[in-house]
C-alpha cells in the first residue's frame, strides 16, 4: 500500500511539471524581465518537486506529510497560473510566488531532517 502511494504521489509530482512547460509556451507573449522571473520561479517549482520525490523516495518524509506539501504546492500552482492568466507577473505577485515556494521548500527539509532523527517536525 505504501508503495502504491508514493507511486501515486510521484506521479502528481510528474504531472505538475506539465504546469511548468505551459508558462514556457506562454513566455512568447512576455517582457525580458518577466521571463526572468518566471525562469526563477520554475527553477524553485522543480526544486520543490524534487526535493519531496526524493523525501519519498528514500523515506524521509511520511506519505502523508508528502500529500501535505504537494497539496500546499499545488495551491500554489494554482495561484501561479492566475497571476500568469494575462501573460505577466508583476513585482508583489514574483515576491509572493518566490516567497511560497522558498518557504515550501525549507519546510521540506526540515520535516525530512525532522523525520530521519525521531524528532517531531513542524506539523
Same mark, same amino acid.
Given at each position: 500500500?505504501?508503495? @502504491?502511494?508514493?507511486?501515486?504521489?510521484l506521479y #502528481? #509530482? !510528474?504531472?505538475l &511539471? #506539465?504546469?511548468?512547460q505551459?508558462?514556457?509556451?506562454?513566455?512568447?507573449? @512576455?517582457?525580458?524581465s518577466?521571463?526572468?522571473?518566471? !525562469?526563477q520561479?520554475?527553477?524553485l *517549482?522543480q526544486?520543490v518537486? @524534487?526535493?519531496?520525490a526524493? &523525501?519519498l523516495d528514500?523515506?524521509?518524509?511520511s506519505t502523508t506529510?508528502a500529500m501535505r506539501m504537494?497539496?500546499e504546492?499545488q495551491?500554489?500552482?494554482?495561484?501561479?497560473?492566475?497571476?500568469l492568466?494575462? &501573460?505577466?507577473?508583476n513585482?508583489r505577485? @514574483?515576491r509572493?510566488?518566490?516567497y *511560497?515556494?522558498?518557504t515550501?521548500?525549507r519546510r521540506?527539509?526540515?520535516?525530512?531532517?525532522d523525520?530521519?532523527? &525521531?524528532?517531531?517536525g513542524r506539523r
Amino acid at each position: 500500500m505504501k508503495k @502504491t502511494l508514493i507511486l501515486f504521489a510521484l506521479y #502528481v #509530482v !510528474a504531472s505538475l &511539471g #506539465v504546469s511548468a512547460q505551459s508558462m514556457n509556451a506562454r513566455s512568447n507573449r @512576455t517582457l525580458p524581465s518577466d521571463r526572468q522571473a518566471i !525562469a526563477q520561479i520554475q527553477q524553485l *517549482d522543480q526544486e520543490v518537486r @524534487t526535493k519531496i520525490a526524493r &523525501g519519498l523516495d528514500r523515506e524521509m518524509i511520511s506519505t502523508t506529510e508528502a500529500m501535505r506539501m504537494l497539496n500546499e504546492y499545488q495551491r500554489i500552482q494554482q495561484r501561479e497560473r492566475q497571476y500568469l492568466a494575462n &501573460g505577466r507577473l508583476n513585482n508583489r505577485e @514574483t515576491r509572493d510566488l518566490m516567497y *511560497d515556494l522558498e518557504t515550501l521548500s525549507r519546510r521540506i527539509t526540515v520535516d525530512s531532517y525532522d523525520d530521519r532523527s &525521531g524528532r517531531v517536525g513542524r506539523r
